[in-house]
């Protein structure tokens, strides 16, 4: 095909599936649902995919939110794989969507929709497959269906994700996320303290160990967490208490340091309190994995020729699990402005509110004539494609 589809094209038919999408938007984002437990807005894709001829398999790496759609406008078993990818899990209330993944879900199925048209319109060979992925939020969806082997056959991944600013991210922390738990003793705070032994305190000791630790951090790390049991009654010395905890870096060997280390101050704790303890590492830690940086240059390509204000490095650190994909394949992942610029923190209530406001669905919109411009152009060039998997590490 020599015919360059243009971007006024390409609006037009995500403005026509917006009619679709938006109120699959809506739903998703006024019905929150934590990871893994995204029954609604797993449902409502999966029902528009069907609808619009994708042929979708469910349970995912048994995850029953997890899902994935394929496409063909006509079978080429040599044509590459594009996987488009959505979001849809909340933070737990009263956040919400807080992180305005339902803007993430949005986006995915406006550019998949405009794609398959678009493919089938022009006879365009390659499968477009729309990968639904959740639990991203602490649980890592992506890296269980990663090991599943969901994206064995996907040459390249595209996701989309708001943010008070448009641009690609280079800076990815990597993530490990633990359960801390203390044992100690219970006795009566009054009549008999020297019977107990203080979970707490060892509890209060690891924080006060973690507060201390950061000092020597590089900027480029982070530690933080929760204490999730603190004790029961004031007048009773705990016997347990619980947190959790996550550390973050920019790279993956120095995160192997800081592992060792929260170790260190965990079993220190523990003795100075008296107390046994248990440090249990989570399923799913995340990579500090890097988009492919030709994706990435062409996304930005591609913002400008649309007139997006975007800044070329994105400096404020971000986790993702989308970051073990990119160390699996190519992929890039597109952040796109819903706060007119106002550097509303992730996790708020102002940025879940900014992310309700129908001007973002706008936004939402660009972020996806961005992804069906960059999967188009993957699809049609074989030069681009030599790039891209020249630059896969």
Not at 100 to 115: S, T
Request: hydrophobic share 45%; glycine share 6%.
């Amino acid at each position: 095909m020599n015919k360059k589809i243009t971007l006024s094209e390409i609006r037009a038919e995500i403005a026509a599936a917006a009619a679709h999408v938006n109120p699959i938007v809506q739903q998703v984002g006024d019905n929150p649902e934590t990871g893994f437990c995204e029954a609604l807005a797993a449902d409502l894709q999966c029902a528009f995919l069907e609808k619009i001829g994708f042929e979708v398999k469910k349970n995912i790496a048994n995850i029953n939110t997890a899902f994935s759609g394929d496409y063909q406008a006509c079978k080429d078993s040599a044509a590459p794989v594009v996987a488009l990818l959505t979001e849809y899990d909340a933070l737990p209330q009263p956040l919400g969507h807080a992180c305005g993944h339902q803007l993430i879900m949005g986006a995915g199925l406006l550019a998949v929709a405009a794609l398959r048209n678009l493919m089938e319109k022009y006879r365009i060979p390659g499968t477009l497959r729309a990968m639904g992925c959740p639990g991203e939020e602490q649980l890592g969806g992506k890296i269980f269906m990663l090991e599943d082997g969901a994206f064995e056959q996907v040459d390249i991944a595209l996701l989309s994700h708001p943010f008070f600013r448009n641009g690609v991210t280079r800076n990815i922390l990597a993530v490990t996320h633990y359960n801390l738990e203390f044992f100690g003793r219970s006795s009566h705070a009054s009549t008999a303290p020297e019977l107990g032994i203080n979970a707490l305190d060892a509890m209060t000791v690891f924080m006060n160990g973690i507060n201390a630790w950061r000092q020597q951090l590089p900027s480029t790390a982070r530690v933080h967490g929760i204490i999730t049991n603190g004790g029961t009654a004031p007048n009773v010395i705990p016997d347990y208490t619980s947190g959790f905890f996550y550390i973050r870096s920019a790279d993956n060997e120095y995160q192997k340091f800081m592992e060792s280390r929260l170790k260190d101050i965990a079993r220190g704790a523990a003795l100075i309190a008296g107390c046994d303890y248990k440090l249990e590492q989570r399923d799913a830690s995340y990579s500090a994995g890097q988009p492919n940086a030709v994706l990435a240059d062409e996304a930005e390509k591609i913002m400008a020729e649309m007139n997006m204000d975007f800044s070329c490095n994105i400096k404020e650190p971000l986790s993702t699990d989308f970051a073990n994909v990119c160390d699996a394949l190519a992929g890039v992942n597109i952040y796109f402005d819903v706060t007119n610029s106002e550097p509303l923190a992730l996790h708020s209530v102002q940025f879940r509110d900014a992310a309700a406001r129908p001007e973002a669905l706008e936004r939402t919109m660009d972020a996806a004539a961005v992804m069906t411009r960059l999967a188009l152009d993957y699809l049609l060039d074989e030069s681009l494609r030599q790039r891209v998997a020249q630059a896969v590490k």
